[in-house]
């Protein structure tokens, strides 16, 4: 049998593809040219492959990096500037006024560093971004590494990004254009919310997301109140709306979706649109919850996203799924609702589907790309370990990540960033947060 010379060998004590759900043990993974070759056992490796690099992570388990789909990565820029408020308290007398204050190409790109490498530490290595001055995101992105969906926000109203929809969707032409061919970012587009988008404009934004054949993105039934003052001043629910004006299609992601009845979850589940649920913000803005397992009970693809860190506070994604399952049993009264195995499937494949990006990542498995992560299992507070996939999902996980890989590239290194300088990078938010807090004194 003839030897492959590879770029990397990882061999693991663990091995979680999530396709099969099941922990393997003793494997390595083969990688070349960033992309997966070979998972086998690490005893087979001899007599097939030779590797320029072959590590071995003795008490790690390695998986598919988590994959976050939905945030505003430069909101970490204002991370704890307004807390313990409702939704519209929160939005319109502080954040708005803030962003208005504060936002910038400059403040996107240092923002949307400052949440990579949060995500980065704690297992993230796929995100979506919807925010403003998405060209900086994407050129934060592209000298980070990590992989990524840019969506270019379309608002009714101007902001500091552009004077409104028409200059933002032109903009917006531009930078779908550029991302066509990139191989670790995506384009998306991103009419904020039924409240803050009109059918004119939503209809400009489908246009657009049919011509260049992207995603799109929406908040949608964040809250009770947001379907009530809907129906109220329209007589229509929002996501009805939406759906019989076909401004959204299977490929939309639809976040939050709080507010729903069993006739929503029927209609989400025939149109084929993905939800994203974000349990930590929505729990602390007390927007509601997801009934996550009612949707996927219907055959909707659920995936998860963080949501802004001046909403969650953190962007750890292993958190957030945790979140899942737990406020999925309190929503649906049922211990079994929203299994561990489920929120792992939400936080990778799912999350992979809802981007569109399921042949790339979301799994291990040979021809996709090497977008993986190790966790180092063996600290105290994970002993004893029955159940490594319950303990995934109910332990805290975030901090036990040592080593990232995006494509095959390491961004994560024993726990240091190997495409960020963590230094410089706190030196300049710190410069950051001193202006912010002069600059709101004076005013």
């Not at 993905?274 to 693809?301: E, F, H, W, Y």
């Not at 996203?305 to 957030?320: K, P, R």
């Amino acid at each position: 049998m003839s030897v492959q010379f590879v770029d990397t060998i990882l061999h693991c004590k663990y091995l979680l593809a999530i396709k099969p759900m099941t922990i393997q043990n003793e494997c390595a993974i083969v990688i070349d040219e960033g992309q997966i070759v070979d998972l086998v056992a690490s005893h087979e490796i001899p007599f097939s492959y030779r590797a320029a690099d072959e590590l071995f992570f003795d008490n790690h388990l390695l998986m598919p990096g988590l994959i976050n789909t939905h945030g505003h990565a430069a909101m970490s820029l204002l991370r704890g500037f307004a807390d313990d408020l409702a939704l519209q308290t929160w939005l319109n007398d502080h954040i708005w006024p803030a962003e208005t204050k504060f936002v910038s190409a400059a403040f996107v790109e240092l923002g949307t560093e400052l949440a990579m490498a949060e995500m980065l530490m704690t297992g993230t290595t796929c995100f979506s971004d919807m925010y403003f001055f998405p060209d900086a995101a994407a050129e934060a992105v592209d000298r980070v590494g990590m992989r990524a969906q840019i969506a270019a926000t379309i608002f009714d109203f101007p902001c500091n990004w552009g004077s409104g929809p028409d200059d933002y969707l032109s903009k917006a032409r531009s930078m779908a254009e550029d991302l066509k061919q990139h191989e670790l970012i995506n384009f998306a587009i991103a009419p904020h919310a039924p409240y803050t988008v009109n059918d004119t404009n939503f209809a400009k934004a489908k246009a657009f997301a049919d011509e260049f054949d992207i995603p799109l993105q929406v908040h949608l039934h964040e809250t009770q109140q947001e379907v009530d003052d809907a129906v109220a001043s329209s007589g229509t629910r929002p996501l009805n709306r939406l759906i019989d004006n076909q401004f959204i299609d299977a490929k939309s992601q639809l976040v939050h979706m709080t507010a729903l009845t069993a006739a929503d979850i029927e209609a989400v589940a025939k149109l084929g649109a993905s939800v994203i649920t974000c349990p930590r913000s929505n729990l602390k803005l007390a927007s509601g919850m997801c009934p996550t397992q009612a949707l996927l009970d219907n055959g909707v693809n659920v995936a998860i996203g963080t949501d802004g860190a001046a909403s969650n506070n953190a962007l750890d994604m292993f958190s957030e799924l945790q979140y899942t399952a737990l406020t999925a049993k309190i929503k649906h009264g049922n211990p079994e609702a929203i299994s561990a195995t489920s929120a792992l499937e939400m936080a990778t494949i799912n999350g992979a589907k809802a981007l569109g990006v399921q042949d790339i990542c979301g799994t291990l498995e040979r021809g996709k790309s090497a977008d993986m992560i190790a966790i180092d299992m063996s600290g105290i507070d994970l002993q004893p370990c029955f159940n490594l996939i319950a303990e995934l999902v109910y332990s805290q996980i975030g901090h036990r990540v040592t080593d990232v890989w995006v494509a095959g590239r390491r961004l994560v290194q024993d726990q240091q960033l190997t495409t960020i300088d963590n230094k410089h990078l706190r030196s300049r938010v710190q410069a950051f947060t001193e202006q912010a807090l002069t600059k709101t004194a004076k005013d």
